[in-house]
C-alpha cells in the first residue's frame, strides 16, 4: 500500500483566453528509504541461489599439448554431455555446453588426473574477454582482474590468465577497444521543390 500524504496546498486557476486550467499542488508525503547494505546482501543471496548462465569451460592438461583426440577423450571419458563447440588451441582447450549445468558438471573434475596428467577446468565468466589470434591460436587475454593468478594445485577456484609447463607458456596481452563507434552519415539528397 503506497504511503498516504497530507495536502498542503491546491489552487486551480481559470484562463479567460484559454481552455487550460493550471493547477498548482503541494503534498506532504512521507517516504520509504531501503537499507541498501540489506538490500545488496539479499540480492546476492539470491543471485547465489540462479543457477549460473554460464556454458563455457576451459580445460587444461599439465604437460599436455591438446588436440582434437584429447579433447574427445575428456568428452568421452568424464560423461559431461555432448557440447555445441569445441576448440583447441596450444595449451589448452575450450568447451562451450548447450546447457549451464553441464558445464557446471564439468568443473566437478578440476584438479584431477588425466591420462596421467594433473588436468584443471575453469568456467568462462562474463566479465573475461578472450581474443582468438589466428597466427598463434592461444588464448591471448583474460581479464585485468585476474592477472596474478596461476595454475597451482592449491588454488582451485582460480582462473589462469597465464600458465606454465616445462617449455609451455600461454601469455597474457591487453585487448584493446575502440575509443568510439563509428557513425554512418548518410549525405542528404536534394531534390528540388515542386
Given at each position: 500500500m503506497p504511503p498516504s500524504g497530507k495536502l498542503l496546498y491546491y489552487r486551480r486557476e481559470e484562463l479567460k483566453t484559454s481552455d487550460h486550467r493550471p493547477v498548482v499542488a503541494a503534498v506532504d508525503i512521507e517516504l520509504i528509504q531501503a537499507d541498501e547494505d540489506r538490500r545488496a546482501s539479499v540480492f546476492n543471496e539470491a543471485f547465489q541461489q540462479i543457477e549460473p548462465v554460464n556454458q563455457s569451460v576451459v580445460v587444461y592438461v599439465d604437460g599436455k599439448s591438446t588436440d582434437e583426440q584429447l579433447c574427445q577423450d575428456f568428452i568421452s571419458t568424464f560423461e559431461v554431455g555432448n557440447p555445441v563447440l569445441t576448440r583447441c588451441f596450444q595449451s589448452c582447450f575450450l568447451v562451450v555446453f548447450p546447457e549451464a549445468w553441464?558445464?557446471?558438471k564439468s568443473l566437478e573434475f578440476d584438479s584431477t588426473v588425466f591420462n596421467g596428467s594433473l588436468m584443471r577446468v575453469a568456467e568462462m565468466n562474463h566479465n573475461e574477454l578472450i581474443n582468438f589470434n589466428e597466427h598463434d591460436n592461444e588464448i591471448s587475454?583474460?581479464?585485468?582482474?585476474?592477472e596474478s593468478?596461476?595454475?597451482?594445485p592449491t588454488n582451485h577456484n582460480a582462473f589462469p590468465t597465464s600458465y606454465s609447463s616445462d617449455n609451455l607458456t600461454l601469455p597474457t596481452r591487453p585487448l584493446t577497444r575502440p575509443q568510439s563507434t563509428p557513425i554512418l552519415k548518410s549525405s542528404p539528397t536534394k531534390e528540388p521543390l515542386p
Open positions: 553441464m558445464a557446471a587475454t583474460i581479464s585485468a582482474n585476474q593468478t596461476a595454475i597451482s
